[in-house]
Each structure stands twice: as C-alpha cells, then as structure tokens.
T-cell receptor, first 111, second 114 residues
C-alpha cells in the first residue's frame, strides 16, 4: 500500500543507547516531518524537511538528529536515549491536496 | 506565525446526537485548514480540508466543517454520531506561503456514549 511506513512499530532501549527510527514514503512528497506525541502535550514537532538535504528544527529538537539523503526516507536518530524521550513518534509527509499523511507510529520506551 | 485553538479538550455526547468540535485560528495571510482524526493506537488520518472555494466542506464518515473567515473559525460538525466516532480530533492550519508546515491544535477527545 502507498503511504508512510514507520519501523519499528515498538522499541525498548536502554538509557544512553543510540536508536534510529525509520520512515519511508512511497510518494515523492517534498515535505516530511517527525512528531512526538505525549499525553497532555498533543503533537510536538521535532524536525522537518522541505526537500532532500534540507532539514530544519521544530519545537523540540534537542537530543535528536535527522537526515534526508533521499526524498523517500527520513530517519530520526536519538543520539543518546533518555527516559524523557519515551514517547510515541509519528512520521508524516505533506501535500496540499492530501494534507498530512501519517505513519502508524513507533512506540519507544527508554528504560 | 499562525496558531490554532481547539476550544474544547473533551466533548462527551450520546449516540445519535449532533456534535460540534470548535476550532479557531489566527493568521495574517491566506490559510489552508484541516481536520484529522486519531483512533486509539493509530496515526492521524485526514477527515477533511479547506483549500479554497466553497466554505462548507464535506469529509469522510459524515463529517463536515465550515470555514468562516470573519470569525477565523473552522468548526467540525456531524448531525448524528456513532460509538465508532469516539476518537481524538485535531484541527490544523497551514499558510499558503509555507503550506507544508501545519500548526496543530491540542486536540479534542470526542467520547460517544450509548
């Protein structure tokens, strides 16, 4: 099916470990995003990308790194995971005609 | 910069009753407006959008919304809700000069009771 594929669906990692969340789109939407969703905070933008090799910080970028060497992939890396990064992470792409298309999310637990 | 306010954090309603979820926005330029729904343990999916043209837009699952420029609102309505409409609903706004970057509201939890 076309859309946004996130992997893994669930991840448990230890404090201090590096972890990468993957995101792949089957379209060629220019814009891609990473959000985290926590109870009481709604959706918070971590990073976004307007095109390949163009990325920019969102509301809560500290502790995260992104790259976008290809239009269809937008991985998110936690350089040294902390318990405060336990969350549900959503990747999305955007087109004016379809709005945002979200992946199913990655539920990350840092122990 | 644009902003979005969803006026109700929680809306309880009985099955088959009408519902309105309220969304106000602020922007000094033309906007695109969206409503998304999130069912438990799922990502958000697009319910409907306003880009231009008719101010009354119809979406999936019997929802509709009306764009009111003078009141800077984009309220979501459904004439008769079902138990399956229980979910969280997000309003979002993009400005036409940077359409790819939407601002999301904090969400409204709709709970439909039997």
């Amino acid at each position: 099916d076309a859309g946004i594929t996130q992997s893994p669906r669930y991840k448990i990692t230890e404090t201090g470990r590096q972890v990468t969340l993957m995101c792949h789109q089957t379209w060629s939407h220019s814009y891609m995003f990473w959000y985290r969703q926590d109870l009481g905070h709604g959706l918070r933008l971590i990073y976004y990308s307007a095109a390949a090799d163009i990325t920019d910080k969102g509301e809560v970028p500290d502790g995260y790194v992104v790259s976008r060497s290809k239009t269809e992939n937008f991985p998110l890396t936690l350089e040294s995971a902390t318990r405060s990064q336990t969350s549900v992470y959503f990747c999305a792409s955007f087109s004016v005609n379809y709005g945002y298309t979200f992946g199913s999310g990655t539920r990350l637990t840092v122990v | 910069a644009q902003s979005v306010t969803q006026l109700d954090s929680q809306v309880p309603v009985f099955e088959e009753a009408p519902v309105e979820l309220r969304c106000n926005y602020s922007s000094s330029v033309s906007v695109y407006l969206f409503w998304y729904v999130q069912y438990p343990n799922q990502g958000l999916q697009l319910l409907l959008k306003y880009l231009s043209g008719s101010t009354l837009v119809k979406g999936i699952n019997g929802f509709e919304a009306e764009f009111n420029k003078s009141q800077t609102s984009f309220h979501l309505r459904k004439p008769s809700v079902h138990i399956s409409d229980t979910a969280e609903y997000f309003c979002a706004v993009s400005v036409d000069t940077n359409a790819g970057k939407s601002t999301f509201g904090d969400g409204t939890t709709l709970t439909v009771k039997p």
